[in-house]
């Protein structure tokens, strides 16, 4: 962990070797959806009925296994980078260790509850943006008088502005994202999960929300992002894991070095690096 | 299933660096997961979800350092305890949902008062106007039918919207992580505002009526909590059973319906009783112990004068007198006061007689008015426990998938 490393990481606390505190230790981790209806079975009555006939224990359910084992520990001060392809199985990560997601075998221990952060995580799309953050404060626990004092700061954060009246199912997508980060991010966390959720956000939000996570972290919390967006990954994480079919392929604190690796076996577009900085000299767009 | 845990070994590239302790913890464990296959596919609830028996390196590190899994089930303390800092929340959603169910039609609000008003109206519609029928019996068919409606819906409609809670507020679930037990909660009590609004409906129905105020009246409120516990738990009972089985929203229409017909809400079960009762016994004595008949008796009984004093034990038992009004063919061997019972009812039909309107009053079946309140709190106790415990069995489980 004191290693002495280049680039973003060497800016971001380390925790002294021997004291380091571990907040999540995911331990032989497998989580396997069921997905009813669809495959093999085409769903008509008369294979239902052959079915029960039968007695043969819904074909229908179709098994994906997202996470095919996995052991990893973090501690207090990091913030993880999470990065692969798509169906790499990030977000089942993510939720797995946040507890909203049993695993099928071994066992996410965490310190505390954690808090995932999604760009999904549509509260109540009927609702008006003022209902919505009353209520997700008050499922997180909150009380009325803490809601009354942090409201405005909520609201401020998201940047709605005049829209916070109106329900969130006429929010652009962007602005959606904004007021759930914005309510989630009121509470200080020992464990915040993020799942792309920073990717819809404007230039001025995306410095926003960094500045707020990086406060977050410094807080003594840990930190998992997981984005498409590399660049901000180099920024923002000390450690990156690197997903590929449910499996870690590769994970390090030598951010760059991983993510070039990434690119490469992705057949990304390369980047460029300056050689002693190393950081990107022209910067792809983010995919 | 097996041979996927082989790629987490021998992956991990900075451990050079890490605190030693650590760094050996999370080798030996990687180790250990590659020879430890797993050997039979979890069915229900993988040990590890349970808390299961913590082993391995990394499992001493968790405990050492006091962490816990994170899709571990609470305990049933705990989770009340959490469960009870979210009453506000549980308020606030109840509230929000019933103000978003109904922004998108003109009349808005009102639609609460006048969604049960219709629903009332057709019931008498049917069997009070053209099939009349059901209607013998019963004094006062409007008010007895209107009540029966507004206490039954209220069941209904929290068992219908229970079961489908789950997969409503999915995003919900897999955004934050609160007691799920809250969900259904919230449903029974937005269907709670919705029974006190029908209850003030069914007030000024009864005034209008020439129902006489009594302090009777105030036995509503005790009948209502019970009747809430009751939902309450089915609704956890149903929330459950919806999220896990998708067919179970399919099939409860017609449970539903099945138990109107059967819970004397459109006709007397005390006539019901009294014309079955010397052959079928045992039937119509689970007719009287169904919860819904018993939460729509006691408040008939509460709020109607003629309902509570003709209900079954009102008064010291007369077989003549019960015999005669349920119009029973002359018994063996012949009770006192027969000939005169019967002389009563059949000289003053159509029921303007006490005889034939509280006759039944004489009548002791199994199950009289003073059971009542011991049956509806003995319900709402049984099923409360009950549907809390099956719901809170598979906490980890929901907006899994």
Redesign the interface.
């Known amino acids: 962990m004191a290693k002495p490393s280049t680039g973003a990481s060497a800016t971001l606390p380390a925790p002294a070797a021997g004291t380091a505190e571990p907040t999540v230790i995911v331990d032989g981790l497998h989580v396997v959806y069921r997905v009813y209806g669809k495959g093999g079975d085409r769903g008509t009555a008369a294979t239902a009925l052959f079915r029960i006939l039968g007695r043969r224990t819904r074909p229908t359910i179709r098994e994906v296994h997202a996470i095919r084992g996995m052991s990893f520990v973090a501690y207090r001060g990091d913030a993880i980078g999470i990065i692969g392809r798509n169906g790499s199985g990030k977000s089942t990560l993510l939720r797995a260790i946040a507890g909203l997601l049993p695993p099928e075998h071994g066992t996410v221990y965490t310190i505390c509850d954690a808090s995932l952060l999604g760009v999904n995580a549509a509260l109540m799309d009927d609702l008006t943006g003022e209902r919505n953050v009353v209520l997700g404060c008050l499922a997180m626990g909150m009380t009325k008088a803490e809601i009354k004092t942090k409201y405005a700061e909520i609201v401020d954060f998201s940047g709605v502005a005049e829209f916070i009246n109106l329900p969130m199912k006429t929010y652009s997508s962007g602005m959606g994202s904004r007021l759930r980060f914005a309510i989630a991010a009121a509470k200080d966390y020992e464990l915040l999960l993020i799942d792309e959720a920073l990717a819809t956000g404007d230039a001025e939000f995306r410095v926003k929300s960094h500045a707020r996570i990086d406060e977050l972290r410094n807080k003594a919390g840990t930190v998992f992002l997981v984005a498409h967006d590399l660049e901000e990954v180099e920024d923002t994480c000390n450690r990156v894991i690197w997903l590929d079919r449910g499996k870690i392929v590769e994970q390090g604190e030598d951010v760059i070095a991983v993510i070039d690796r990434y690119i490469d076996a992705s057949g990304g577009e390369k980047v460029t690096r300056d050689p002693v900085t190393r950081k990107r000299i022209s910067a792809p767009e983010p995919d | 299933?097996k041979s996927?845990?082989?790629?987490?070994r021998g992956?991990?590239?900075?451990s050079?660096?890490?605190?030693s302790a650590?760094k050996s913890?999370?080798q030996r464990?990687?180790g250990?997961?590659a020879e430890?296959q797993?050997g039979q596919?979890?069915d229900d609830e993988?040990a590890?979800?349970t808390g299961?028996q913590?082993d391995?390196a990394?499992?001493a590190?968790?405990v050492q350092?006091?962490?816990?899994?994170?899709?571990?089930r609470p305990t049933i303390g705990i989770y009340l305890s959490?469960l009870a800092?979210?009453w506000?929340?549980i308020m606030?959603?109840a509230t929000?949902r019933n103000v978003?169910m109904y922004?998108e039609a003109k009349l808005g609000q009102l639609w609460q008062v006048l969604a049960p008003l219709l629903n009332a109206g057709v019931y008498f519609l049917i069997f009070g106007v053209i099939i009349k029928g059901v209607s013998r019996g019963v004094p006062d068919f409007l008010a007895f039918l209107v009540t029966g409606v507004f206490v039954f819906s209220f069941t209904q409609r929290t068992f219908i919207s229970t079961s489908k809670v789950i997969t409503d507020s999915l995003?919900?679930?897999?955004?934050?992580?609160?007691p799920r037990a809250?969900l259904p909660l919230a449903y029974v009590m937005i269907e709670l505002q919705q029974m006190l609004l029908s209850l003030a409906v069914l007030f000024v129905l009864v005034l209008v009526e020439r129902e006489p105020i009594t302090w009777h009246w105030l036995l509503v409120v005790p009948a209502i909590v019970l009747l809430t516990m009751f939902n309450a738990g089915i609704g956890m009972f149903a929330a459950r059973t919806g999220a896990r089985v998708?067919d179970f929203a399919q099939l409860l229409p017609f449970l539903m319906r099945t138990w109107l017909y059967l819970s004397g809400v459109i006709y007397s079960i005390q006539q019901f009783v009294v014309d079955h009762s010397q052959h079928y016994g045992w039937a119509t004595t689970l007719l009287q112990v169904n919860p819904a008949a018993v939460y729509i008796t006691l408040v008939r009984n509460a709020l109607l004068n003629t309902q509570r004093e003709s209900a079954f034990g009102a008064k010291p038992y007369d077989q003549a007198n019960c015999y005669a009004w349920a119009g029973v063919n002359r018994p063996t061997p012949v009770p006192k006061g027969w000939s005169h019972a019967v002389s009563q009812v059949k000289n003053h039909l159509p029921a303007d007689h006490p005889l034939s309107q509280y006759g039944s009053a004489y009548c002791h079946p199994t199950v009289v008015s003073s059971h009542l309140w011991l049956l509806g709190a003995g319900w709402a106790v049984v099923a409360l426990l009950l549907g809390f415990w099956f719901f809170w069995r598979k906490e980890?489980?929901y907006?899994?998938?």
């Open positions: 299933m996927t845990r082989s790629g987490s992956q991990v590239l900075d050079a660096a890490e605190p650590a913890a999370r464990a990687d250990r997961a430890d797993p596919a979890a993988p590890a979800a299961g913590p391995g990394l499992a590190l968790a350092y006091g962490l816990r899994p994170s899709a571990q959490e800092r979210r506000n929340f606030g959603f929000a978003a922004t995003p919900l679930i897999r955004a934050l992580k609160f809250a998708n980890v489980f907006g899994r998938g």
